[in-house]
Each structure stands twice: as structure tokens, then as C-alpha cells.
């Protein structure tokens, strides 16, 4: 696949349209205009940083500048790569063409156009993740992982607040929510003890929980950071 390839559906839309079209101007790949209307088009077999720096350039120029780029395969278009792709040119103010060269007669489309990107409207409907985020900083006693870090286990709030759980049960044949509770463990641990994520835990009774061979483990694993959070209580 090459981007000439792009061109015919693409210079076809236009013209449809009612723009005037012109290719390679002043380094635009397409530059079209509409009653005095300047828009330009980005052709390019893939969304990268080289196209990124090349629309940004062209809106110099005109608002009304488009990334030209193959519709993905149906299930990729619904994907985190593709989505996230498709964010950032919203976020850059810059509309989306694509380009259905897997038709039995090809075709462009506009995905969506150029525009200014609302970041309160984006804020707004974020607020529960700020929060969620806000919460977990606040939950964490310390900073115990390092940033940058892949496949390893991080020290959450939730497994924090499991640590400390599994420290109030080490001595202790079983015990109960309220006492975990009242020995100093979050309210929100009958849910920790229920869900129990990392199989740290055994139910022996309503309520009732007693650490498994895994949790006895955790504590010589974590032995560390269960001192710094005790310490720090």
C-alpha cells in the first residue's frame, strides 16, 4: 500500500463536494479550496509522529486541515491503538478522513472534522477518574513503586490496605471484619476480605477470615513496606 493510493477516493470526496482540487502544493499533499475556503489534506499509510508535525504545520495556514489515512479493519477501528490515535488528532483540533481501499470500489469518508477541542466538556466527563486518581494518591502511605515499571506487582492502596490486614491476622487463628476494623484496617475491608484478590485470605465464618499459606508468604515478601505502613499508622 502506498499513499498514492490514497489520492483517487480521497481527490474524488473533495471534488464532490464542490472543492477545487490541487496535490503537492507547498509541500501539502492536497490543497483544496471552496468559495475562498482553504482546506488541506494529510496523506499518510499510518497515524504517526511524522504526520502529527505535518498537520500541526498546516494549520498555520487554515483551521480546516484532515489527516487522510486507510479505514482499519472493522474490529481494529474499535480498538485502544486506533481510539487513542483518533483522541489526539481531536485533541489537535484536526478532522479525519478515511479511506476504504478494502471496498470492491474505494472510497473516502470523514470520520469526524476539524475543530477546537472542548477540554472542559473532556474534564467534565473525566471527573470520576480524577477523583478515583485523587483517592488512590491519598490512600497510598508512601511512594513504593517506581515510575516506568511493567509486569511487576505494585503497591496499591488496595494491596496496602491487604498488607495491613494480613499483618492484624498473622498471630490470630481467625478474625472478624469489625475487630480488622477496629485493630486499625480501612472500612472498606469486609470488601478487600470478600473480593480477596491475591488469595491472601481464608473464610472460616461469617465475617470470619483467616490468613492462607499465600498471605503467610506476602508477609515475608512485604515485609518492608508492612513496617513502613505500620509505623506509619
Known amino acids: ?32 479550496v471552496k468559495d475562498g475556503r482553504l482546506l488541506i489534506v494529510e496523506l499518510k499509510t499510518s497515524i504517526n ?41 481531536r485533541r489537535l483540533g484536526i478532522g479525519l478522513i478515511l479511506v476504504a481501499l478494502d471496498a470492491r470500489e474505494p472510497y473516502a469518508a470523514v470520520e469526524f472534522e476539524p475543530g477546537s477541542f472542548d477540554m472542559k466538556r473532556s474534564r467534565a466527563s473525566s471527573s470520576g477518574r480524577t477523583a478515583g486518581l485523587i483517592r488512590e494518591i491519598e490512600g497510598r502511605s508512601a511512594d513504593f513503586n517506581k515510575a516506568g515499571s511493567v509486569r511487576s506487582k505494585l503497591v496499591t492502596s488496595y494491596r496496602e490496605n491487604s498488607l495491613r490486614a494480613a499483618y ?26 470478600y473480593d480477596n484478590h491475591y488469595g491472601w485470605f481464608e473464610r472460616t465464618g461469617r465475617g470470619c477470615y483467616r490468613l492462607s499459606d499465600s498471605g503467610k508468604t506476602a508477609l515475608e515478601e512485604y515485609k518492608a513496606i508492612i513496617n513502613h505502613i505500620v509505623a506509619n499508622d
Open 49 to 89: 509522529l511524522k504526520l502529527l508535525t505535518q498537520l500541526v504545520k498546516r494549520q498555520r495556514m487554515t483551521d480546516s486541515v484532515y489527516a487522510a489515512v486507510p479505514r482499519p479493519a472493522y474490529k481494529r477501528r474499535f480498538g485502544k491503538d486506533f481510539r487513542d490515535k483518533a483522541y489526539l488528532l
Open 1 to 32: 500500500m502506498k499513499e498514492t493510493d490514497l489520492y483517487p477516493p480521497v481527490k474524488e470526496f473533495l471534488e464532490s463536494q464542490g472543492y477545487s482540487i490541487r496535490s503537492e502544493v507547498m509541500d501539502a499533499d492536497i490543497a483544496a
Open 168 to 193: 492484624e491476622m498473622r498471630n490470630k487463628e481467625a478474625m472478624s471484619t469489625t475487630e480488622l476494623k477496629n485493630a486499625g484496617c480501612t472500612p472498606g475491608i469486609t470488601r478487600i476480605l
